[in-house]
């Protein structure tokens, strides 16, 4: 591992965290001298990645990590072969759809196609929530996409973070090809999703539905609905069997 590079990641992941942070806070966050945060501040600044406001003196992430980051939604695939089947999911079902992929502990949506009903909604391209607590990031971690949290974070009342309930979850994804979430990372938010293979057989992302809580559970198409898209964008990428298999596992696909 390249130190420097590691170091300057350090510097950005802190600022993601956070609207605005000052370089002492960028330094603290980061377990670096201020010293050394500052050489590694101006030089991001200098391609853009960071931004100094100038009433303030605070920093914050800059114009060119947009641009990173809509350079990877444009060349990822599953991205690209899941939006028809996304729209067409969200029509047939009446609920949100999200399509998200790994990011170590979490889930990233990469995808989103909001409720048809007219209303006016937020869209959530970008959103991070750890994986242990939405049902995309499950659909991830019962086939290793995503990496287990060794102390999973409570988001709600809700959330399962107990080793045992968890490993029961996992195993009934791998059973069924389904993952819920009950308000596990937000409160009057409930999802199911299912896990989307590539050619090479491992878990390239996640599809899922988004409802409220009081249209919880969801009427007994979308389930059917769900798994059916999912295998297409599945055979759309190479994959040839879903649910994914698991090497080592007994857990009978379907």
């Known amino acids: 591992m390249i130190q420097s590079v590691d170091r300057a990641l350090r510097v950005l992941a802190v600022l993601q965290g956070a609207?605005?942070?000052?370089?002492?806070?960028?330094?603290?966050?980061?377990?670096?001298?201020?010293?050394t945060v500052h050489g590694l501040v101006r030089t991001l600044v200098a391609h853009g990645m960071v931004v100094q406001e100038r009433d303030s003196g605070l920093y914050r992430l800059g114009p060119a990590t947009l641009r990173?980051?809509?350079?990877?939604?444009?060349n990822l695939e599953l991205r690209a072969r899941a939006q028809p089947w996304a729209e067409d999911l969200a029509r047939r079902t009446g609920c949100a759809v999200r399509v998200a992929v790994a990011l170590q502990r979490d889930a990233i949506v990469v995808g989103h196609e909001p409720r048809p009903d007219g209303s006016r909604q937020m869209t959530e391209v970008g959103i991070v929530v750890p994986a242990h607590a939405c049902a995309v990031g499950k659909a991830l971690l019962a086939y290793g996409a995503c990496e287990r949290a060794d102390r999973p974070r409570r988001m709600t009342g809700e959330t399962v973070t107990e080793s045992r309930a968890l490993d029961a979850q996992l195993a009934?994804?791998?059973?069924?090809?389904?993952?819920?979430e009950v308000e596990e990372a937000v409160l009057g938010e409930c999802g199911l999703a299912s896990p989307v293979a590539a050619a090479d057989g491992v878990v390239a992302g996640a599809i899922g539905l988004v409802v409220p809580a009081g249209e919880w559970p969801l009427p007994p198409g979308a389930p059917d609905a769900l798994r059916h898209t999912a295998r297409t964008i599945s055979r759309e990428l190479g994959a040839t069997t879903w649910?994914?298999?698991v090497e080592g596992r007994d857990e009978a696909a379907s």
């Open 19 to 35: 609207r605005r942070r000052s370089l002492g806070e960028i330094a603290t966050g980061c377990g670096l001298a201020p010293s």
């Open 68 to 74: 990173l980051g809509n350079v990877y939604l444009d």
């Open 172 to 180: 009934a994804v791998r059973r069924t090809g389904l993952a819920t």
């Open 243 to 245: 649910p994914p298999v």
